[in-house]
């Protein structure tokens, strides 16, 4: 199942904060934040593991609601290189060979000066 | 420059067709995956190879499938190719075997089926 990511777009001015969120409706092991700029390929930000782990570098940052299923991307202050695409990939697994990797459809960020 | 290399970059061909995607992991990378992204079904996990093992399987179609080599670069064939099969096709690579990590991508293949 594919995780459901909210808001689909959104227009920010430079400086200001944005949260992505993703959920799904199974339980996850982790949680995976990508970004992509048009015609490039993804890149990588972080993972989550369930924990109900926090992880950030520079303004970026995450979280990851194990019991919710349900994770945050937060971007603070941001910065005309912050826009793109950001996709959640969402992984369930147990055991060696079943992993599975779902992304989101993508939340489309776009900083204007 | 994640280190990833993928080839051809554009690819066009005809329904019924074969093809074959090429792509090289980063230096000490183990573990590549190869991803399937179209406008309507987004960026879609096909497949996981792990030191020349099949590791990981997502949506990937009976007319595709995949292989990684001893020297670990991998290859993604594509038979019987339908005009649904257009697409990028990325290659992603990291260190570990077991699930997924952080993922190195490549620049990606177009793929255009007419």
């Known amino acids: 199942q594919q995780p459901v990511q909210s808001p689909q777009a959104v227009i920010l001015r430079e400086g200001e904060d944005a949260v992505i969120n993703c959920s799904s409706s199974?339980?996850?092991?982790?949680v995976h934040w990508y970004r992509q700029k048009h015609g490039e390929a993804p890149i990588f930000l972080m993972i989550l593991l369930k924990g109900g782990e926090q992880k950030g570098h520079d303004k970026i940052s995450a979280s990851f609601n194990e019991k919710k299923q349900q994770s945050s991307l937060y971007l603070t202050a941001s910065q005309l290189s912050y826009s793109g695409t950001y996709f959640c990939?969402?992984?369930?697994?147990?055991?060696?060979?079943?992993?599975?990797?779902?992304f989101g459809k993508g939340t489309k960020l776009s900083v204007i000066p | 420059d994640s280190g990833v290399t993928q080839t051809p970059k554009h690819l066009i061909t005809a329904t019924g067709q074969r093809v074959t995607l090429r792509c090289s992991p980063r230096?000490?990378?183990?573990?590549v995956y190869w991803y399937q992204q179209s406008l309507d079904q987004g960026l879609q996990f096909l497949i996981q190879?792990?030191?020349?093992?099949?590791?990981a399987k997502g949506n990937i179609l009976e007319r595709f499938s995949a292989q990684q080599f001893p020297d670990l670069h991998s290859e993604l064939n594509l038979s019987s190719l339908e005009l649904g099969d257009s697409a990028l096709y990325f290659c992603?690579?990291?260190?570990?075997?077991?699930?997924?990590?952080?993922?190195?991508f490549g620049p990606g293949t177009r793929l255009t089926v007419t």
């Open positions: 992603a690579s990291s260190v570990a075997g077991q699930g997924f990590s952080e993922q190195y």
């Open positions: 230096s000490g990378d183990l573990s």
């Open positions: 190879y792990y030191n020349g093992e099949e590791r």
């Open positions: 990939g969402t992984e369930k697994g147990s055991g060696a060979g079943s992993y599975q990797l779902t």
């Open positions: 199974k339980a996850l092991y982790s």
